[in-house]
C-alpha cells in the first residue's frame, strides 16, 4: 500500500528570511539595511501588540482619544521588529524613513513581504482608504475628459506596418513630407 499523505517543503524553500532596504542617510549615502526575520517570541510580542493597537485603534469607529502606543512602547515595538538594525538605522537616518523601514518591517512580521513592499511604496496602510484629499485628486483625473484631453498620439509606428502613415498633431490622419 502506498502512503498518500501530502509532502511539505521546507520551509527555508518559501519563507522569506528577511528583508533588504535601500535607505538615504543624513549624509547623502544610500545604504542597505537588512532586517532579519525576528525571534519566534519577538514576534508573538509583534503579533499581540499590533493585533491589540488595531482593535483600540478601531474602537467603535472613532479614533481613540489617546494614542495606542506611548513613545517607549512604539520603539520597542520597532526595536522588536527591526532587530540589530535598529542601532545603526537610528544613528544614521532621520525620523521619517526610520519609521516607515520599521513599519515596513513590521507589516512584513505581521502579514507577508507583499504587503510589506506596498506600504514600502506607497507609504499607505495596505487595504486603509487614502485620504479624502487623494481620493478627490484622482477621482479629477480619471475623468472622460481629463484622459482625453491628456492622451498623446503614438510616438512611432516604425516596424510595425509597412507604408504606415503617422498622424498629425490635428489627428486627421494626414502623411507626413520627409
Known sequence: MTNNTTSFEALDNFLDEYLELPVKGRDG??????IEDPSAEDGIRIERITSLAARLAAGGGKAPDAPVLDDKEELDLYRMCLGDAYEPLMREVKWGPFKHVALTAMFWVTTDKDTARQFWK??????????????????RGSSASAAANTTQSPASTSGTRAASQRRSKDGRGKARRT
Do not use: D, F, L
Open 29 to 34: 549615502q544610500t545604504r542597505v539595511y537588512r
Open 122 to 139: 506607497t507609504g499607505q496602510q495596505p487595504g486603509k482608504a487614502p485620504n479624502r484629499a487623494t481620493r478627490r485628486q484622482a477621482s
